[in-house]
Nanobody, 125 residues
């Protein structure tokens, strides 16, 4: 069982940066692949970035590649999303997710069993 709590969202101007954090409870955090998803108003929740359990491989949506960086600290039971060069289209609620998903399915939201409550990111133009 894993409980996830996101933080770090806020309002930022286009071109700015934010760092999201996801704190996880539970002693088995290190076995889970982790991901960030986002959901804009009226749109489906979409994959943003993923990272395997040992942090050795990361995955990104094309729309954020080169601007966002996912990382994790298994000693602190935490995963992070560093976002730079933010654009208005990055505005969304960002969710942290955990699951025993294969790397093949790491972009599939249906494969994740644990979700946080989300944190709002708003990028003004």
């Amino acid at each position: 069982q894993v409980q996830l709590v996101e933080s770090g969202g806020g309002l930022v101007q286009a071109g700015g940066s934010l760092r999201l954090s996801c704190a996880a409870s539970g002693r088995t955090f290190s076995i889970y692949n982790m991901a960030w998803f986002r959901q804009a108003p009226g749109k489906e929740r979409e994959f943003v970035a993923g990272i395997i359990s040992n942090g050795g491989i990361t995955y990104y949506a094309d729309s954020v590649k080169g601007r966002f960086t996912i990382s994790r600290d298994n000693a602190r039971n935490a995963v992070y999303l560093q976002m730079i060069s933010l654009k208005p289209e990055d505005t969304a609620v960002y969710f942290c997710a955990a699951g025993q998903v294969t790397t093949w399915d790491i972009r599939s939201r249906s494969r994740y069993g644990y979700w946080g409550q989300g944190t709002q990111v708003t990028v003004s133009s």
